[in-house]
């Protein structure tokens, strides 16, 4: 049985950074929410407390009972879990004042104690609360303190528990792998054999377990999720998967015809479908940037729909849905902004069983996953683009002389960042086409041309990102180029606005 942690989540920005830490430490886990512990899990190693935008004392904090968990698994909590550890056994938690955030150094630390083994006084911690513990409760013991905050670290006596308010979680906490080593390993006794081969050997065997004979269908983006989740299906299945790639005409520069020859050279059985026409002629005159998605996502539903029709007797749809888009707690705040699209509405209108291999996976264990299944590098790395494509790039409406103006520019630029070895440094990168005009002069003659901006950013997760610093004679390159040899086009522009308060793309 897989071994676990579970990280209850108390809605913290930092749960999932708190989850990938302890993958990395080749130790499966799970985040639930606070509420959902699941007490029939007999392969539960550990538990960890995360911490929460409130205080304990808030009326509307989020609390549990925590008979049930403490003296059945070693415990720990981080900020708000110790807080509330603390203030539920009796201990006072305050407001701290603002000295407590940012960068500090541990200024005791009892070394013998099995959390806190090879990490010495000095080590750097992050500190980011606005409450702190004034009084533990007597049989707790502080185990590291820092110059500003007495009780940074504690563990209640005789027991397997303990809780810090530093966050060990954040890479600014240097001494934090170890602390999470020592606990998950050392404490709760992880094998620590979580690793790509052991997902892909456990999830084939569990695949053609589940799936037996039945066929199945998987739409294919281009993106890495779907190539990955289709290529771990086809070792399961084989021929019982058939995987639909449609070109809605809003792809980059030859992408149907590349993307569609990798996935042939990975043994995929896929079908690929040109329904560009029909796309082009359901936006046509569509400026409002909602409706085009509706349309693309409409669109694309249809021909997915109809295309697996044509394959009989399919059961199942699935689908490259990652673990970031499935927490369930990422929303327990009510603050979650972004909503997943991949293929929604797919399901309720198939009628098909959803299975979904890579829902328990982060993003950068899937990029180890497709390499391990032997994809090549240049799909396992390449950057997320929307599903409605080149679509949402081009503002107002869209016209077949639109897309080709924008995949030539977008093609120019992406190439040079691979060219300048630029492209793994930026998250995201594309050109957006400017419903703009402006003078320019070519030789003698005057030009009335359009503009376009270039857009690139970094970002972990898409949720924030800034603009990408790229070098100016890469720049310089670039616009010269794109003014060169794209016919249309005579102003280049960069984007250097950070989301927030934009976004990454601009509709
Ligand atoms: P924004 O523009 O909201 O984008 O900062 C965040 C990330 O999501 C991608 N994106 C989409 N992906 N369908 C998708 O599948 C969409 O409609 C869509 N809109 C934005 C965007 O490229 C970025 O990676």
């Known amino acids: 049985m897989q071994e676990k942690i579970i990280i209850l989540d108390f809605g913290s920005q930092t749960t999932q950074l708190i989850g990938r830490r302890v993958r990395e430490l080749n130790t499966y886990c799970e985040i639930v929410p606070y509420n959902k512990f699941p007490y029939d899990d007999n392969s539960v190693i550990g538990v960890i407390l995360s911490g929460s935008p409130f205080s304990v004392y808030d009326e509307k904090a989020f609390r549990i009972e925590l008979d049930r968990i403490r003296g059945h698994y070693p415990l720990l909590g981080i900020c708000y879990g110790a807080q509330f550890m603390a203030y539920a056994n009796g201990g006072k938690v305050e407001p701290a004042d603002s000295r407590e955030y940012g960068r500090a150094n541990l200024t005791k630390v009892d070394e013998a104690n099995p959390l806190l083994r090879g990490i010495e006084p000095g080590a750097q911690v992050w500190m980011s609360h606005g409450d702190t513990i004034t009084e533990l409760p007597a049989n707790f013991h502080i185990i590291a303190s820092t110059a500003e ?134 936006l046509a005159g569509v400026t409002d940037p909602e409706t085009k998605r509706k349309i693309i996502g409409k669109g694309f539903i249809d021909v997915f729909d109809e295309e697996a029709h044509k394959i009989k007797d399919v059961k199942w749809l699935a689908q490259g849905t990652i673990y970031p888009d499935c927490i369930e707690s990422l929303s327990i705040t009510g603050t979650t902004i972004k909503s997943h699209h991949n293929v929604g509405g797919l399901p309720e209108k198939m009628n098909l ?135 249309g086009v005579n102003r280049v522009c960069y984007d250097i606005s950070s989301k927030p308060p934009a976004t990454i793309e601009w509709e």
């Open 353 to 487: 069983k959803l299975c979904e291999p890579l829902r328990l996976l982060f993003k950068d264990e899937v990029r180890a996953v497709g390499r391990s299944l032997g994809m090549p590098e240049h799909l396992i790395k390449r950057h997320p683009f929307p599903g409605p494509g080149l679509a949402v790039r081009i503002l107002g409406d869209i016209t077949a002389e639109k897309v080709r103006i924008l995949q030539d520019a977008d093609d120019i630029f992406i190439r040079g960042l691979r060219d300048w070895n630029l492209y793994d440094k930026v998250w995201q990168a594309g050109v957006i086409l400017l419903p703009v005009q402006s003078v320019g002069v070519m030789g003698d003659e005057r030009t009335y041309e359009r503009a376009v901006a270039l857009r690139a950013v970094t970002s972990t997760d898409a949720m924030t990102a800034d603009w990408a610093h790229l070098p100016y004679e890469f720049m310089a390159q670039v616009s010269n180029d794109i003014i060169r040899n794209v016919r």
């Open 149 to 282: 905050v007495p009780c940074a670290a504690y563990q209640i006596e005789g027991e397997e528990v303990w809780g810090v308010q530093f966050h060990p979680e954040v890479y600014h906490s240097e001494c934090g792998t170890k602390l999470l080593e020592n606990f998950v390993a050392g404490i709760c006794g992880s094998t620590q054999s979580w690793s790509a081969e052991s997902f892909i050997d456990s999830t084939v065997a569990e695949l053609k377990q589940q799936l037996g004979d039945d066929k199945v269908v998987l739409g294919l983006s281009g993106g890495v999720d779907s190539s990955v989740a289709a290529v771990l299906l086809n070792r399961a299945i084989g021929k019982n998967l058939t995987c639909i790639f449609v070109d809605h005409g809003m792809l980059r520069k030859n992408e149907f015809r590349d993307v569609l020859r990798d996935y042939e050279c990975l043994g995929l059985n896929v079908v690929g479908v040109d329904a560009s026409a029909k796309f082009f002629s359901e």
